[in-house]
C-alpha cells in the first residue's frame, strides 16, 4: 500500500469519533505501530485535526471533511461489476442511480484508467432473464417503506397459489442469487414473516408508519431466522403462512 494511501485509510478508520488504538490500526493497514505513529504525525502536521498519543489511541475531531478520494483500478472494476448487478437483479430506480454514480466517477477519471476500467468491465455481464424487470418494479415501493419507517399493503401469491392481502413492516432484503426474500413483520399473523419478492402483485406504501431506526427490528428478524433454520427460497418456500 502507498503511504498517501495509507493515510487516507487512517483518516477513514479515524472519522467516527472513536477512540482507535495504533495496535488496531497496524492490524488493519498490516504495518508495525511505529508506522502508523509516524504516519498519525504526518497527518498532524499537514492540519488533519487528530487527538491522542501513543499507548492510549486516536480519533479525528468532528466535523472534518475527509478529503476528495481516488480509487485504485481493483476498487473501480469492483464498482462498475457491482453497478451492473444493481442493474439487473434491484428496482429500476436503484439501477439508474447506480449508473448515474459511475457515470459521475468516470467523469473524473484519468483517460488511461477509464479505458482500462472499461475493457475490464465488458468482460462482466449481468443478465437480468432470471429477474425481469417487472418483477423487481415491487422493491422501490419496499426500499421506500424500510428507509422511512412506512408500513406497506402488498398483494401476495404463495408458492402454493393461495393468495392474500398483508400488511406488512418492510425490515430488510435478502438476495439469494435467484430471487430476493423481504424479512418483515406481518400484522395478519402478529409474527416475522419472510416473502418472495417475485410473488409480490402489488405494493402500496402507507402513512402508517413503524419504529425501526436502530435495526432492533431487523436484528430480532435475523435471530429468529437462524433460530428456525428457514428454508432458503431456492425450493419455492417461504414462511408466509
Avoid at 36 to 60: M, T
Avoid at 85 to 92: E, M, Q
Avoid at 191 to 213: I, M, W
Wanted: charged residues 30%; proline residues 5%; glycine residues 8%.
Amino acid at each position: 500500500m502507498r503511504p498517501a494511501d495509507r493515510l487516507f485509510q487512517i483518516i477513514l478508520m479515524l472519522r467516527h469519533g472513536r477512540i482507535v488504538t495504533a495496535r488496531a490500526l497496524a492490524e488493519v493497514l498490516e504495518v508495525s505501530e511505529r508506522t502508523v505513529y509516524r504516519d498519525i504525525a504526518d497527518l498532524i502536521r499537514a492540519g488533519a485535526p487528530i487527538d491522542g498519543e501513543a499507548g492510549v489511541g486516536y480519533r479525528l475531531r468532528r466535523g472534518y471533511q475527509v478529503p476528495p478520494l481516488m480509487f485504485t483500478a481493483d476498487e473501480l472494476a469492483a464498482l462498475a461489476i457491482g453497478a451492473k448487478l444493481v442493474r439487473a437483479w434491484t428496482d429500476p430506480a436503484l439501477g439508474k442511480a447506480a449508473d448515474a454514480a459511475m457515470a459521475r466517477i468516470e467523469a473524473v477519471l484519468p483517460r488511461d484508467l477509464e479505458e482500462r476500467i472499461a475493457a475490464s468491465s465488458r468482460r462482466y455481464i449481468a443478465p437480468d432473464c432470471l429477474q425481469p424487470e417487472p418483477l423487481r418494479e415491487p422493491m422501490a415501493a419496499l426500499r421506500d417503506g424500510m428507509e422511512s419507517g412506512h408500513k406497506v399493503r402488498v398483494a401476495y401469491r404463495r408458492g402454493d397459489g393461495a393468495c392474500s392481502e398483508r400488511i406488512l413492516w418492510p425490515l430488510g432484503l435478502v438476495f439469494w442469487g435467484r430471487c430476493w426474500t423481504l424479512g418483515a413483520w406481518c400484522e395478519l399473523r402478529q409474527t416475522f414473516r419472510t416473502f418472495r419478492v417475485d410473488r409480490f402483485s402489488g405494493v402500496e406504501r402507507l402513512d402508517a408508519r413503524f419504529d425501526d431506526r436502530y435495526g432492533h427490528l431487523w436484528a430480532e428478524y435475523l435471530a429468529r431466522a437462524r433460530e428456525e433454520g428457514e428454508s432458503t427460497p431456492h425450493s419455492g418456500t417461504d414462511r408466509a403462512g
